[in-house]
């Protein structure tokens, strides 16, 4: 059993004081809990899953920085979850594995890998792998909301708050406007789903359309509603529309 030493004396605490939110995937259960356990010491976020079908599952739930990837998986291979994961999210990929040859390491970063490490790891290593990685996947993703939006962050980097009980939607800035109910349900939705394309059909079953049709225009027209308030509000909403796909939220708003 290959299991990961504690922190050390030496480790920089202050360098883990991040709210980093890491999926690992490792079928092994007693590695998995002994990497789990050494990262929460280091006081990082993390879920735990033995499998590809488990992970899909969790991605579907909630937003992670960083999937920490085994190769050898009993249903799927972690080169296959790296290259669909970077295909489809911003998200860290470090692919753990016992595979040490030449051939293995290129087809990782060729999947979307941006680190290959292997095993046995060195915890203190890891740890300090998810940070950097955690740190500029964070910067990047907030150059590229403040270029696209405009948006400034809040102190504690959260640019939007959708408040259901008074179905306002608030800006950093301090402005608020005030939403419909279905206006809500679809924000919300869109929030519990942060860079993922939700599909104009499963948006449609939302608003409990009987059937959908793929030429209405009922979406785009809501759409254009909530966008003509906002902007009145002097907001740009983060949604952007992917052609004959659905809608993507892409950045991150708080749901009070």
Same mark, same amino acid.
């Given at each position: 059993?290959?299991?990961?030493? +504690?922190?050390?004396?030496?480790?920089?605490?202050?360098?883990?004081?991040?709210?980093?939110?890491?999926?690992?995937?490792?079928?092994?259960?007693?590695?998995?809990?002994?990497?789990?356990?050494?990262?929460?010491?280091?006081?990082? &976020?993390?879920?735990?899953?033995?499998?590809?079908?488990?992970?899909? /599952?969790?991605?579907?739930?909630?937003?992670?920085?960083?999937?920490?990837?085994?190769?050898?998986?009993?249903?799927?291979?972690?080169?296959?979850?790296?290259?669909?994961?970077?295909?489809?999210?911003?998200?860290?990929?470090?692919?753990?594995?016992?595979?040490?040859? =030449?051939?293995?390491?290129?087809?990782?970063?060729?999947? !979307?890998?941006?680190?290959?490490?292997?095993?046995?790891?060195? !915890?203190?290593?890891?740890?300090?792998?998810?940070?950097?990685?955690?740190? =500029?996947?964070?910067?990047?993703?907030?150059?590229?909301?403040?270029?696209?939006?405009?948006?400034?962050?809040?102190?504690?980097?959260? +640019?939007?708050?959708?408040?259901?009980?008074?179905?306002?939607?608030?800006?950093?800035?301090?402005?608020?406007? /005030?939403?419909?109910? =279905?206006?809500?349900?679809?924000?919300?939705?869109?929030?519990?789903?942060?860079?993922?394309?939700?599909?104009?059909?499963?948006?449609?079953?939302?608003?409990? &359309?009987?059937?959908?049709? +793929?030429?209405?225009?009922?979406?785009?027209?809501?759409?254009?509603?909530?966008?003509?308030?906002?902007?009145?509000?002097?907001?740009?909403?983060?949604? &952007?529309?992917?052609?004959?796909?659905?809608?993507?939220?892409?950045?991150?708003?708080?749901?009070?």
């Amino acid at each position: 059993m290959t299991t990961v030493s +504690p922190p050390s004396k030496n480790a920089t605490d202050e360098n883990v004081s991040h709210d980093f939110r890491i999926i690992l995937v490792e079928d092994d259960h007693d590695l998995r809990q002994s990497i789990a356990d050494y990262l929460r010491l280091r006081k990082i &976020h993390v879920t735990e899953v033995a499998s590809g079908i488990e992970l899909y /599952k969790a991605l579907r739930q909630e937003r992670y920085d960083i999937a920490v990837l085994d190769v050898n998986l009993p249903d799927v291979s972690g080169f296959d979850l790296a290259r669909d994961i970077a295909s489809q999210k911003d998200m860290g990929i470090i692919l753990l594995t016992a595979r040490t040859g =030449r051939d293995d390491r290129v087809r990782g970063y060729a999947d !979307g890998a941006d680190l290959y490490l292997t095993k046995p790891v060195d !915890g203190e290593e890891l740890t300090l792998a998810i940070i950097n990685l955690g740190r =500029r996947i964070r910067h990047a993703a907030g150059q590229e909301g403040a270029r696209r939006t405009g948006v400034v962050e809040t102190s504690d980097g959260i +640019p939007w708050r959708l408040d259901r009980q008074s179905q306002l939607l608030r800006a950093s800035n301090g402005t608020s406007v /005030k939403l419909s109910a =279905r206006e809500v349900m679809l924000l919300e939705y869109l929030a519990r789903r942060p860079g993922v394309t939700v599909s104009r059909e499963e948006i449609s079953s939302l608003f409990s &359309h009987a059937q959908f049709h +793929p030429e209405s225009r009922r979406i785009d027209a809501a759409l254009a509603r909530l966008r003509a308030k906002l902007k009145a509000g002097g907001m740009e909403l983060p949604l &952007h529309v992917v052609h004959s796909a659905g809608l993507r939220l892409l950045e991150t708003i708080e749901i009070l």
